[in-house]
Protein backbone atom coordinates (compact mmCIF):
# COMPACT_ATOMS: atom_id res chain seq x y z
CA UNK A 1 0.00 0.00 0.00
CA UNK A 2 1.35 3.43 -0.90
CA UNK A 3 2.30 6.00 1.97
CA UNK A 4 -0.60 8.39 1.29
CA UNK A 5 -2.66 6.14 1.71
CA UNK A 6 -1.35 4.49 4.96
CA UNK A 7 -1.31 8.03 6.47
CA UNK A 8 -5.04 8.91 5.24
CA UNK A 9 -6.16 5.59 6.85
CA UNK A 10 -4.18 6.33 9.79
CA UNK A 11 -6.06 9.85 10.18
CA UNK A 12 -9.21 8.13 9.79
CA UNK A 13 -8.45 5.82 12.41
CA UNK A 14 -7.06 8.52 14.46
CA UNK A 15 -10.48 10.24 14.03
CA UNK A 16 -12.71 7.46 14.66
CA UNK A 17 -10.89 6.51 17.79
CA UNK A 18 -11.07 9.95 19.18
CA UNK A 19 -14.56 9.99 19.09
CA UNK A 20 -15.02 6.36 20.34
CA UNK A 21 -12.79 6.72 23.25
CA UNK A 22 -14.76 9.94 24.09
CA UNK A 23 -17.89 8.22 24.83
CA UNK A 24 -16.41 4.65 25.73
CA UNK A 25 -13.97 4.18 28.36
CA UNK A 26 -10.90 1.76 27.24
CA UNK A 27 -7.61 0.78 29.06
CA UNK A 28 -4.47 2.89 26.94
CA UNK A 29 -6.76 5.10 25.02
CA UNK A 30 -5.05 8.48 25.90
CA UNK A 31 -1.66 6.01 24.60
CA UNK A 32 -3.30 4.52 21.63
CA UNK A 33 -4.49 8.02 20.36
CA UNK A 34 -1.11 9.96 21.60
CA UNK A 35 0.88 7.55 19.75
CA UNK A 36 -0.85 7.93 16.37
CA UNK A 37 -1.05 11.65 16.65
CA UNK A 38 2.87 11.68 17.57
CA UNK A 39 3.34 9.41 14.39
CA UNK A 40 1.57 11.51 12.24
CA UNK A 41 3.10 15.04 13.59
CA UNK A 42 6.43 13.06 12.97
CA UNK A 43 5.49 12.11 9.70
CA UNK A 44 4.31 15.36 8.20
CA UNK A 45 7.50 16.93 9.87
CA UNK A 46 9.61 15.23 7.61
CA UNK A 47 7.72 15.25 4.99
CA UNK A 48 7.93 19.56 4.96
CA UNK A 49 11.40 18.48 5.56
CA UNK A 50 12.11 16.59 2.48
CA UNK A 51 9.91 19.36 0.55
CA UNK A 52 12.12 22.29 1.55
CA UNK A 53 15.53 20.97 1.82
CA UNK A 54 15.60 17.47 0.13
CA UNK A 55 16.24 17.07 -3.69
CA UNK A 56 12.76 16.76 -4.39
CA UNK A 57 12.19 17.35 -8.04
CA UNK A 58 8.28 18.23 -8.28
CA UNK A 59 6.98 20.23 -11.31
CA UNK A 60 3.57 21.93 -11.26
CA UNK A 61 0.52 20.05 -13.46
CA UNK A 62 -2.86 21.51 -11.92
CA UNK A 63 -5.76 21.84 -9.93
CA UNK A 64 -7.79 18.61 -9.41
CA UNK A 65 -11.13 19.21 -11.12
CA UNK A 66 -14.31 17.62 -9.16
CA UNK A 67 -16.85 19.14 -11.57
CA UNK A 68 -18.71 20.43 -8.64
CA UNK A 69 -21.00 23.71 -8.19
CA UNK A 70 -19.47 26.45 -6.11
CA UNK A 71 -23.44 26.49 -4.46
CA UNK A 72 -22.17 23.16 -2.42
CA UNK A 73 -18.98 25.27 -0.89
CA UNK A 74 -20.97 27.82 0.14
CA UNK A 75 -23.72 25.54 1.68
CA UNK A 76 -21.29 23.80 3.76
CA UNK A 77 -20.18 27.03 4.60
CA UNK A 78 -23.38 27.99 5.86
CA UNK A 79 -24.08 25.20 7.61
CA UNK A 80 -20.20 24.62 9.49
CA UNK A 81 -20.98 28.40 10.44
CA UNK A 82 -24.57 27.54 11.88
CA UNK A 83 -23.50 24.47 13.73
CA UNK A 84 -20.56 26.27 15.62
CA UNK A 85 -22.81 29.10 16.36
CA UNK A 86 -25.47 26.66 17.96
CA UNK A 87 -23.14 24.49 19.76
CA UNK A 88 -21.49 27.48 21.53
CA UNK A 89 -24.80 29.45 22.37
CA UNK A 90 -26.94 26.30 23.48
CA UNK A 91 -24.14 23.67 24.30
CA UNK A 92 -25.72 23.59 27.53
CA UNK A 93 -28.70 21.92 26.54
CA UNK A 94 -26.30 19.33 25.60
CA UNK A 95 -25.57 16.87 28.71
CA UNK A 96 -21.97 15.83 28.33
CA UNK A 97 -20.09 14.21 30.83
CA UNK A 98 -16.72 13.78 29.94
CA UNK A 99 -14.42 10.99 30.85
CA UNK A 100 -10.64 10.80 31.76
CA UNK A 101 -9.79 10.55 27.76
CA UNK A 102 -11.45 13.77 27.15
CA UNK A 103 -10.19 15.74 30.10
CA UNK A 104 -6.89 14.47 29.32
CA UNK A 105 -6.85 16.72 26.28
CA UNK A 106 -9.38 19.33 26.91
CA UNK A 107 -9.94 21.90 29.57
CA UNK A 108 -12.83 19.97 31.72
CA UNK A 109 -14.40 23.59 32.36
CA UNK A 110 -14.67 23.95 28.45
CA UNK A 111 -17.38 23.03 26.35
CA UNK A 112 -16.54 19.42 24.72
CA UNK A 113 -19.06 19.18 22.43
CA UNK A 114 -17.98 22.73 20.39
CA UNK A 115 -14.59 20.67 20.03
CA UNK A 116 -15.98 17.76 18.41
CA UNK A 117 -18.38 19.93 16.06
CA UNK A 118 -14.66 21.41 14.84
CA UNK A 119 -13.17 18.17 13.97
CA UNK A 120 -15.92 17.45 12.05
CA UNK A 121 -16.23 19.93 9.95
CA UNK A 122 -12.50 19.96 9.48
CA UNK A 123 -13.66 16.08 8.42
CA UNK A 124 -15.48 17.17 5.74
CA UNK A 125 -13.32 19.45 4.25
CA UNK A 126 -10.80 16.85 4.38
CA UNK A 127 -13.26 14.44 2.02
CA UNK A 128 -14.56 16.50 -0.18
CA UNK A 129 -11.32 19.21 -0.68
CA UNK A 130 -11.13 20.68 -4.21
CA UNK A 131 -8.32 22.70 -3.75
CA UNK A 132 -5.90 20.46 -4.21
CA UNK A 133 -3.10 21.03 -6.38
CA UNK A 134 -1.10 18.49 -8.01
CA UNK A 135 2.55 18.18 -8.93
CA UNK A 136 3.92 15.38 -10.98
CA UNK A 137 7.38 13.28 -9.79
CA UNK A 138 9.19 10.55 -11.51
CA UNK A 139 7.15 8.49 -9.22
CA UNK A 140 3.70 9.91 -9.74
CA UNK A 141 1.28 12.78 -9.12
CA UNK A 142 1.82 14.81 -5.27
CA UNK A 143 -0.10 17.50 -4.03
CA UNK A 144 1.12 20.65 -2.55
CA UNK A 145 2.87 20.20 0.52
CA UNK A 146 3.20 16.53 0.42
CA UNK A 147 5.98 14.86 -0.07
CA UNK A 148 4.88 11.15 -0.55
CA UNK A 149 2.57 10.74 -3.64
CA UNK A 150 -1.20 10.30 -3.85
CA UNK A 151 -0.86 8.48 -7.24
CA UNK A 152 1.91 6.74 -8.68
CA UNK A 153 2.39 6.57 -12.19
CA UNK A 154 1.26 2.48 -11.87
CA UNK A 155 -2.47 3.47 -10.83
CA UNK A 156 -3.06 4.87 -14.00
CA UNK A 157 -3.85 2.70 -17.21
CA UNK A 158 -4.27 6.02 -19.33
CA UNK A 159 -4.80 9.67 -20.20
CA UNK A 160 -6.41 12.04 -22.72
CA UNK A 161 -5.67 16.02 -22.99
CA UNK A 162 -8.68 17.56 -23.17
CA UNK A 163 -7.53 20.79 -24.81
CA UNK A 164 -10.53 23.14 -25.28
CA UNK A 165 -11.26 22.79 -21.28
CA UNK A 166 -7.54 22.87 -19.89
CA UNK A 167 -7.70 19.29 -18.61
CA UNK A 168 -6.16 16.24 -18.39
CA UNK A 169 -8.04 13.36 -17.91
CA UNK A 170 -6.45 10.18 -15.78
CA UNK A 171 -8.09 6.90 -16.16
CA UNK A 172 -7.30 4.44 -12.93
CA UNK A 173 -7.09 0.88 -13.45
CA UNK A 174 -10.56 0.59 -11.80
CA UNK A 175 -12.02 2.64 -14.42
CA UNK A 176 -12.68 6.10 -12.65
CA UNK A 177 -11.06 9.15 -13.49
CA UNK A 178 -8.89 12.03 -11.92
CA UNK A 179 -9.19 15.48 -13.96
CA UNK A 180 -6.28 18.40 -13.63
CA UNK A 181 -7.31 21.35 -14.22
CA UNK A 182 -3.95 23.41 -15.61
CA UNK A 183 -3.18 26.78 -16.01
CA UNK A 184 -3.06 27.82 -20.03
CA UNK A 185 -0.10 30.12 -20.11
CA UNK A 186 2.43 27.97 -17.57
CA UNK A 187 0.91 24.46 -19.98
CA UNK A 188 1.91 25.79 -23.29
CA UNK A 189 5.83 26.92 -21.87
CA UNK A 190 6.21 23.00 -20.04
CA UNK A 191 4.40 21.40 -22.76
CA UNK A 192 7.35 19.32 -23.66
CA UNK A 193 8.79 18.11 -20.49
CA UNK A 194 4.78 17.89 -18.90
CA UNK A 195 4.10 15.20 -22.31
CA UNK A 196 7.41 13.88 -22.15
CA UNK A 197 7.04 12.65 -18.45
CA UNK A 198 3.29 11.67 -19.58
CA UNK A 199 3.89 9.59 -22.32
CA UNK A 200 7.12 7.74 -20.90
CA UNK A 201 4.60 6.38 -17.40
CA UNK A 202 1.30 6.49 -19.70
CA UNK A 203 -0.35 5.20 -22.53
CA UNK A 204 -2.21 8.40 -24.67
CA UNK A 205 -5.90 7.70 -25.86
Not at 122 to 136: A, G, V
Request: proline share 1%.
Amino acid sequence: MKIRKVLKTSLFICFGLFFLFSVIDVQLSIEIVLFLVITLVVVKLYELFMIYFGSSNRILLGKIELFRSKIWDYLISILAIVLLYLTIRYGYLIEFKPNTFVNFFFDSTANHFAYYIISLIYLISFIINDKRIFYFTKQGLVSKANYFEDYLWEDFKAYTLIEEQSLIRFTNKNDKFLFVKYEESYFQENKTEILNVLNKNIPYV
